[in-house]
């Protein structure tokens, strides 16, 4: 018992690490872009190009820690990173008009839609069923967070149809991440090494293309300046650290809990906006907040609960033999007799 209670222990830590570097990465890149895309910091309005900085930063980061042995390399097929880049280029740009096409009260619904759509697509893709504690908690985080985040909601045709693109893409997207970790036996870093490249290139290609249609600009009429500089070099750093935890997380965990508990990144950007930016907080933020973090303390929770019900269900040992391996028993049994008729035979 005692060497159990010490290998989760590591576990845990780790867990809990995983989390901490995706919450503070998302949170930090939030912050970051805010600075470098608004208005009021430098107007750098090209978010596919710049996502396609980030990669190209994390393919780099990838690449040296092969080189130098600190990352082992193992085999995928490329047809299934060529398919995964591109539900994930997908999920990139159909966000970015999403954002664009509706207003940030319909974009705030639809990124909550992940959760169920998330549920779902796990129960049809691996079968995977959820108690009802798990569903419960999912309501009051989604909820929660549509109580704070949710004001003004205008729906228009093409908007719908982007944000109907972009939720599924992405729930697919973070679906796949866990497949392949498993499918493979590949590691989150191995795995994000071997996307990176194929993701950077393509969004270096057709990113500026797709903030031209988005914004009216291409990124070379932009004056760099070395304040924009150091906040894009920012924001890829942190996209490292982003893009790194998520796959973590997702390996470790699924892509319901990390929907679900990455919620607190949206609870932790809206009180640094009040605190850094400035940002209205009313008693409505201030409550949806407060029921999105006790959904997430309950889905914890109820999570712990089912994997509790689930050891207590699955047997220790195999108490029960197949028709296959009676067959074989009885095979081995009349075997053993005839060559115990022989001995006695060959004595007397």
């Known amino acids: 018992m005692e060497k159990t209670e010490n290998e989760k222990k590591p576990s845990a830590v780790s867990d809990v690490g995983a989390w901490a570097m995706n919450v503070t990465s998302s949170v930090?890149?939030?912050?970051?872009?805010?600075?470098?895309?608004?208005?009021?910091?430098?107007?750098?309005?090209?978010?596919?190009?710049?996502?396609g900085f980030h990669f190209a930063l994390t393919a780099l980061v990838g690449m040296v820690s092969n080189a130098t042995g600190l990352s082992a390399s193992k085999h995928v097929p490329l047809w299934e990173l060529l398919w995964f880049s591109l539900v994930a280029n997908i999920?990139?740009?159909?966000?970015?008009?999403?954002?664009?096409?509706?207003?940030?009260?319909?974009?705030?619904?639809?990124k909550l839609s992940m959760?169920?759509?998330?549920?779902?697509?796990?129960?049809?893709?691996?079968?995977?069923?959820?108690?009802r504690e798990v569903k419960a908690s999912v309501m009051v985080v989604v909820v929660g967070v549509g109580i704070c985040t949710v004001t003004d909601v205008k729906v228009n045709a093409k908007g719908f149809i982007?944000?109907?693109?972009?939720?599924?893409?992405?729930?697919?997207?973070?679906?796949?991440?866990?497949?392949?970790?498993?499918?493979?036996?590949?590691?989150?870093?191995?795995?994000?090494?071997?996307?990176?490249?194929?993701?950077?290139?393509?969004?270096?290609?057709?990113?500026?293309?797709?903030?031209?249609?988005?914004?009216?600009?291409f990124i070379s009429t932009y004056k760099m300046t070395y304040g924009a500089m150091l906040c894009i070099l920012l924001s890829c750093a942190l996209a490292v650290f982003c893009n790194i935890s998520q796959y973590l997380c997702i390996g470790r965990f699924s892509a319901t809990s990390f929907q679900v508990l990455g919620h607190m990144k949206t609870v932790c950007v809206l009180t640094l906006g009040w605190l850094i930016f400035d940002s209205e907080m009313t008693f409505k933020n201030i409550a949806g907040m407060v029921l999105a973090v006790v959904g997430m303390v309950i889905y914890s929770w109820?999570?712990?609960?089912?994997?509790?019900?689930?050891?207590?269900?699955?047997?220790?040992g195999k108490h029960s033999m197949t028709e296959d391996e009676i067959k074989l028993l009885k095979e081995g049994i009349e075997h053993m007799d005839l060559k115990d008729m022989e001995l006695g035979n060959n004595k007397a």
């Not at 999403?98 to 940030?104: D, P, T």
């Not at 959760?115 to 995977?128: D, F, G, R």
């Not at 973070?174 to 498993?182: A, F, N, R």
Request: positive net charge; charged residues 10%; contains cysteine.
């Open 91 to 110: 999920s990139i740009a159909a966000m970015n008009f999403s954002l664009m096409l509706n207003s940030v009260g319909f974009y705030q619904i639809s």
């Open 28 to 51: 930090g890149i939030i912050m970051a872009n805010k600075q470098l895309m608004s208005s009021s910091g430098f107007g750098f309005g090209f978010a596919t190009t710049l996502t």
């Open 162 to 217: 982007c944000a109907c693109t972009a939720v599924f893409s992405t729930s697919l997207q973070q679906i796949s991440i866990g497949s392949l970790q498993k499918k493979y036996s590949i590691g989150s870093f191995e795995l994000l090494s071997k996307t990176a490249p194929i993701q950077a290139i393509s969004l270096l290609i057709f990113g500026p293309f797709v903030d031209y249609f988005l914004s009216g600009r």
């Open 302 to 316: 109820a999570v712990e609960l089912e994997k509790q019900r689930k050891s207590k269900v699955t047997p220790h």
């Open 115 to 131: 959760i169920p759509v998330v549920c779902v697509m796990e129960w049809v893709l691996h079968s995977k069923h959820y108690s």
